[in-house]
């Protein structure tokens, strides 16, 4: 089923239990766990409270001075609950901790009247498995976002990184059983769903992210390359996101080192821009990106930067003429888009979501596989090309009109309205 663009046309749910466990909205994406997920959960959120739909988002407490609950804007607050030590636990450590999260979850909606919450909806499967015993509790729809599969994953692994546990995808297995409803990004990821893990036609709703397009616009390049201290001339490529193998910042790199010796005048007015922190097991990593840039020898042309805040990453699209997304996997590619919407061309792998978030030769280039040698022929294509590279700017523009948030949490209402219906029914065949 495919909700986009569709209004509501059964009562609306007066307020949404939002289940991210083990990833706060409040910490800064592209450093840990914190990414595109966190991002989504926070704008879905307050486009869904906007339109009259109140959210409580539950998540892990990670420190002592952490508020128990803390509004983040107009009829969405974070409820922290406390499972397992606050710090020094990472994402593969929680599953012992699901009794300790269920338990909070379930706590703070016998505080208050029956009825409450009118859905669940449940980010990554630790979430869902939270969920899945909050439904049967509460009697309500759970309606639940991948956001990653670990057997899709596992079927494309970056070298050198680990596979997915047996017992991550068992945990999916039961909570797909468990959903009313499995929101995918993508007509691809839904098909993941129903083929991987035998999820029904019925079961599926496409709904496509959103990218806040009042806040990634285009925008004066030169400005923006004076305030982050980039060179005012030259060609800036940009990768964005967390520092992991998954994420394959480091074929960007061997990919810039082929384009340096094939043209050496190249290391003269080139900057790739790495901006992103480390990520749960993949801590070093980093150090080791570092490293790698050093053994190319293009270190002087690399800079590396922490994650920033989301008006701060707008200005490092704007101030880049190309941003390459070469992860392995991606449900969707959040980055591609926001980097569109900013009119910058987007070079990515045509893996995923990618493939629906990039327009292949329309908004950017899609590169089958993961060769530096073919990213470096299609950057370097773009980067000489500054008639090619205007026309996918404009077309960059247009692809990420189609993807705002709006229109995100209207057809989300739809599919929450769907799952009360589908339980309803379900329901009143048993009684």
Not at 317 to 337: K, T
Request: aromatic letters at 6%; charged letters at 20%.
């Amino acid at each position: 089923m495919d909700f986009s663009g569709v209004s509501p046309v059964r009562p609306t749910p007066k307020r949404v239990a939002m289940l991210s466990v083990h990833s706060s909205p409040l910490d800064q994406p592209g450093v840990g766990d914190a990414g595109g997920m966190n991002v989504y959960v926070v704008e879905l959120s307050r486009r869904l409270a906007a339109m009259g739909t109140e959210v409580e988002i539950f998540t892990r407490a990670t420190s002592s001075d952490l508020a128990p609950v803390v509004q983040i804007s107009d009829g969405v607050t974070v409820r922290h609950v406390t499972a397992g030590p606050f710090q020094g636990m990472n994402k593969e450590d929680l599953p012992s901790q699901l009794c300790a999260l269920t338990s909070g979850v379930l706590r703070a909606e016998a505080a208050v009247e029956r009825g409450h919450y009118d859905v669940i909806h449940s980010h990554y499967w630790l979430s869902g498995q939270v969920g899945w015993l909050a439904k049967e509790r509460w009697g309500v729809p759970l309606v639940h976002s991948m956001h990653t599969m670990a057997k899709v994953k596992n079927l494309a692994l970056a070298e050198g990184d680990v596979p997915e546990p047996n017992a991550r995808e068992i945990g999916e297995v039961q909570v797909v059983e468990a959903s009313d409803r499995l929101v995918a990004n993508t007509n691809d990821e839904a098909q993941q769903l129903i083929d991987l893990y035998g999820a029904t036609q019925e079961q599926v709703a496409v709904v496509a992210p959103g990218v806040d397009l009042d806040r990634f616009r285009p925008g004066n390049r030169d400005q923006a390359r004076a305030k982050l201290g980039l060179p005012l001339h030259g060609d800036v490529v940009l990768f964005v996101g967390r520092i992991q193998p998954l994420k394959a910042p480091d074929v960007l790199l061997r990919a810039i080192a082929r384009l340096v010796q094939r043209n050496p005048q190249r290391r003269q007015n080139l900057t790739i821009a790495v901006v992103g922190g480390p990520s749960g097991a993949d801590s070093h990593f980093p150090n080791h990106l570092q490293g790698l840039a050093d053994s190319l020898r293009i270190s002087d042309n690399v800079r590396f930067a922490p994650p920033v805040h989301q008006d701060d990453l707008a200005n490092w699209y704007r101030a880049a003429d190309v941003v390459v997304v070469p992860s392995y996997n991606e449900s969707f590619g959040l980055v591609a888009i926001e980097a569109q919407a900013c009119g910058t061309p987007v070079v990515a792998a045509a893996v995923g979501g990618l493939r629906t978030a990039v327009s292949h030769e329309v908004s950017g280039l899609l590169v089958p596989g993961h060769d530096p040698l073919d990213y470096a022929e299609a950057i370097g294509r773009l980067l000489d090309n500054d008639l090619e590279r205007q026309a996918l700017s404009r077309g960059a523009l247009r692809q990420a009109q189609q993807f705002g948030w709006s229109a995100t949490a209207a057809a989300m209402l739809q599919v929450y309205s769907s799952a009360a219906h589908s339980l309803a029914l379900v329901s009143a065949n048993h009684a």
